[in-house]
T-cell receptor, first 109, second 117 residues
Framework: DAKTTQPPSMDCAEGRAANLPCNHSTISGNEYVYWYRQIHSQGPQYIIHGLKNNETNEMASLIITEDRKSSTLILPHATLRDTAVYYCIVRAAGNKLTFGGGTRVLVKP | GAGVSQSPSNKVTEKGKDVELRCDPISGHTALYWYRQRLGQGLEFLIYFQGNSAPDKSGLPSDRFSAERTGESVSTLTIQRTQQEDSAVYLC???????????????FGPGTRLTVL
């Protein structure tokens, strides 16, 4: 599965949009982009996934570049409860998840 | 059940003892995964079960680690002769990887925090 690169940390103001970047320049055609987050002392939680089209659900939006080499997770209105480590993962369907270091997001009031 | 459950939630053991960690996946989920997370680190894949196929054991760190799964139900992760470096949170996840499945979201349990003294 392709490797991903994320910034180690970022701060965000409560109520503002949080844009989390991820680079996956070695992604192959059958690999999906997944985002999970892990709130302190909890197991990871699925957020969203996509293949090549932009996706939106009740939690977030996922913007994937046309060449699929990078993506951005958007939390439209960050709340204090969104403070967590966010993991961008690229993998083919059915394969295990390989978690990197993620981005530690701190939402500040 | 409503979600993935794991037991015990916390386990403290002495170095050299064996431990068993249990995972109850979501009913009907065909795939089950074990991960390990050391303090302040990301998740490390340990082992993956899919239906009746041979498990993917490529992440097990040593032969002291083993896991079993009965059908598509409960799984047990066993660590023999525990060492202090085994101290971590052990997470279990399950997903439905049925025929024709293109995307399979993994649902995680709360984890078992293992402390080896």
């Amino acid at each position: 599965d392709a490797k991903t690169t994320q910034p180690p940390s970022m701060d965000c103001a409560e109520g503002r949009a949080a844009n989390l970047p991820c680079n996956h320049s070695t992604i192959s055609g059958n690999e999906y982009v997944y985002w999970y987050r892990q709130i302190h002392s909890q197991g990871p939680q699925y957020i969203i996934h996509g293949l090549k089209n932009n996706e939106t659900n009740e939690m977030a939006s996922l913007i994937i570049t046309e060449d699929r080499k990078s993506s951005t997770l958007i939390l439209p209105h960050a709340t204090l409860r969104d403070t967590a480590v966010y993991y961008c993962i690229v993998r083919a369907a059915g394969n295990k998840l390989t978690f990197g270091g993620g981005t530690r997001v701190l939402v500040k009031p | 059940g409503a979600g993935v459950s794991q037991s015990p939630s916390n386990k403290v053991t002495e170095k050299g003892k064996d431990v068993e960690l249990r995972c109850d996946p979501i009913s009907g989920h065909t795939a089950l995964y074990w991960y390990r997370q050391r303090l302040g680190q990301g998740l490390e894949f340990l082992i993956y079960f899919q239906g009746n196929s041979a498990p993917d054991k490529s992440g097990l760190p040593s032969d002291r680690f083993s896991a079993e799964r009965t059908g598509e139900s409960v799984s047990t992760l066993t660590i023999q002769r525990t060492q202090q470096e085994d101290s971590a949170v052990y997470l279990c996840a399950s997903s439905w990887n049925g025929p024709g499945t293109m995307v399979n979201e993994q649902f995680f349990g709360p984890g078992t925090r293992l402390t080896v003294l």
